[in-house]
């Protein structure tokens, strides 16, 4: 992938023509072509199917025109490949059939080796094949995709969803050392399975903290960001994107310590003041309201604007959602966000 291409021009602190855009979770939900290909097929079937894995990554590439695809996959994934009993139920999320949340627990499940990861990865690397091979005809990185070691860890440890995380925040104090026995195998499990993406034909990556945003700064960086790091910086030669939800109260500390190229900002810190925190050598991404999809185009317009005017007070900015595309999106809004912010 020629190293001019927008999104990674901007990973590497300069400034494209027009900021580089593209979404979270573009990849199916709000597309009608991807429900329909999903019919019959449970998300992580679909996951683990290469060619459908990477029609889905390419359909908002050829619908949208963004400037990066983000590979179809789930943070569960690498999970279910190391043989760990999950699914993912309609309507719920991630679902585990023994949740780990005893030192016995952890002492089970962090002995099965992350390598086994990659050597039952030929699923993910053939969808990356075949997904390069139609984006890089068109100059359009991938991004390779996982989930955060906290993230994981929170719904291996509840269970299945949760509001405040409560037992994941519990382990972190009560029995700190199966903590971080599990974080950094989560770590390694994250690693792992950005770099089958790389090697497969990645061009740069992000890792997703979905939950971080329900820990204390203090927390945050006792018992997460060390395991972060570890992910990223195992993961050496693309540029990195680490991004997390609620993460405002300790953004300085996203950026863990120069490990990402790229701090991912939601739409609660206006980017400007983000820029101030986070420093100048490090590129913002966002951060546009998903709520604002649904307003009219005329008051969605004027808030993508305030947001690529404010991004110009970092070192270069990627636009995207400040977190996912939510499922009732109107596709063409998606576009037409595309089309401003290629024109400005």
Not at 21 to 30: D, E, I, L, N, P
Not at 155 to 160: K, L, R, S
Not at 280 to 304: C, F, K, R, S
């Amino acid at each position: 992938m020629a190293h001019d291409a927008p999104l990674l021009s901007a990973l590497a602190g300069d400034r494209p023509a027009s900021p580089p855009v593209w979404f979270m979770r573009q990849a199916g939900r709000s597309l009608p072509e991807y429900r329909e290909l999903r019919v019959g097929t449970r998300m992580l079937d679909a996951c683990l199917t290469p060619d459908l894995a990477a029609e889905i990554t390419l359909q908002p590439v050829r619908r949208h025109n963004v400037d990066a695809a983000v590979f179809f996959s789930d943070i569960v994934v690498p999970l279910k490949i190391a043989g760990i009993e999950v699914e993912i139920e309609p309507g719920r999320g991630p679902v585990f059939a023994d949740p780990v949340r005893t030192a016995d627990d952890v002492r089970r499940i962090t002995s099965v080796p992350a390598e086994e990861i990659a050597h039952n990865a030929d699923p993910i690397r053939e969808a990356v094949r075949i997904t390069t091979e139609e984006l890089y005809g068109r100059g359009t990185p991938l991004i390779g995709f996982a989930g955060a070691p906290f993230t994981l860890a929170a719904y291996m440890v509840e269970g299945g969803p949760s509001k405040d995380h409560m037992r994941a925040r519990a382990m972190m104090h009560a029995d700190p050392q199966s903590w971080h026995r599990l974080a950094g195998w989560l770590s390694e499990v994250a690693a792992v399975f950005l770099q089958v993406q790389v090697d497969a034909g990645a061009s740069a990556v992000q890792l997703f903290d979905s939950w971080a945003g329900s820990l204390s700064t203090s927390d945050y960086r006792t018992f997460v960001a060390p395991h972060s790091k570890r992910a990223l910086d195992a993961v050496p030669g693309v540029p990195k994107i680490h991004f997390g939800v609620g993460t405002g109260p300790f953004l300085a500390d996203m950026r863990l310590g120069g490990s990402a190229d790229a701090v991912g900002v939601d739409w609660r810190m206006p980017l400007d003041e983000a820029a101030a925190i986070v420093g100048p050598d490090v590129t913002l991404q966002g951060n546009i309201d998903p709520a604002m999809l649904q307003a009219p185009w005329e008051a969605l317009e004027e808030h993508v604007r305030e947001v690529v005017l404010a991004g110009r007070a970092a070192r270069a900015h990627i636009v995207n959602l400040g977190h996912g595309v939510p499922p009732d999106t109107d596709p063409d809004q998606l576009t037409r966000i595309v089309e401003l912010v290629h024109s400005l």
